[in-house]
């Protein structure tokens, strides 16, 4: 991962500019509706609001079209509702994707933000009540993370900030140390969770340095 920093420099009249933008909605394609529909309703804490499944006389899709929501069992689960938009995540189950390999060009992960580390060690701590166990968990410098797999291999993150501020993600992200390894060290969540329970200091449970919950 690099960053690049941001011009600030006004556009040129004869430019166009991008209007502000935000993700709202995401849709992972499935062979396996029923499971990925069980793991996301124990992620989000809540099941689908919307489900259908095809209609078996509808029309067929036209050659060439990619799946249709009128085509594909569908669920539509909230993730946050904000005042000028919802965040949505929707699952598209394609009988033709059963038995296949998740692998391959893609998606690589995405990411759940929580709010505090104690959100993240409460969300770890969730998803071990369905038996899940993160992959693999970093403290990133300017932010620590936990990963699991869905039943279909997707990897999802979640993920809170280790600084109050954005000036100071930015100033690190912006540093030697961040530009060194931006990874960050590698944790053993087992360990990490029981220090933060045992109430280990914040700022001592995030440094890069600190061994006893480094993997």
Do not use: W
Request: hydrophobic share 40%; with cysteine.
């Amino acid at each position: 991962m690099t960053t690049t920093p941001q011009s600030t420099a006004a556009p040129a009249a004869t430019e166009t500019q991008a209007v502000a933008l935000q993700i709202a909605e995401l849709v992972l394609k499935t062979g396996r509706y029923d499971d990925m529909a069980a793991f996301y309703t124990h992620v989000l804490g809540h099941g689908p609001f919307y489900e259908r499944t095809p209609d078996p006389d509808a029309p067929p899709r036209p050659a060439g079209m990619p799946e249709r929501a009128v085509d594909v069992r569908l669920g539509f689960f909230r993730v946050h509702d904000a005042p000028h938009g919802s965040q949505v995540l929707a699952l598209f189950g394609i009988d033709s994707l059963i038995g296949t390999d998740a692998s391959g060009p893609g998606l690589h992960h995405f990411q759940f933000g929580v709010g505090s580390l104690g959100e993240l060690v409460a969300q770890y701590e969730h998803m071990a009540s369905m038996g899940a166990r993160p992959h693999r968990a970093a403290n990133h410098g300017q932010a620590t993370s936990f990963y699991y797999r869905d039943p279909d291999r997707n990897i999802v993150e979640f993920s809170c900030a280790n600084f109050a501020t954005t000036e100071e993600e930015v100033a690190f992200m912006s540093g030697p140390v961040f530009a060194a390894n931006p990874s960050g060290l590698e944790l053993n969540p087992e360990r990490f969770v029981a220090r933060f329970r045992a109430g280990d200091p914040e700022d001592e449970l995030l440094r890069l340095d600190n061994q006893a919950v480094a993997l």
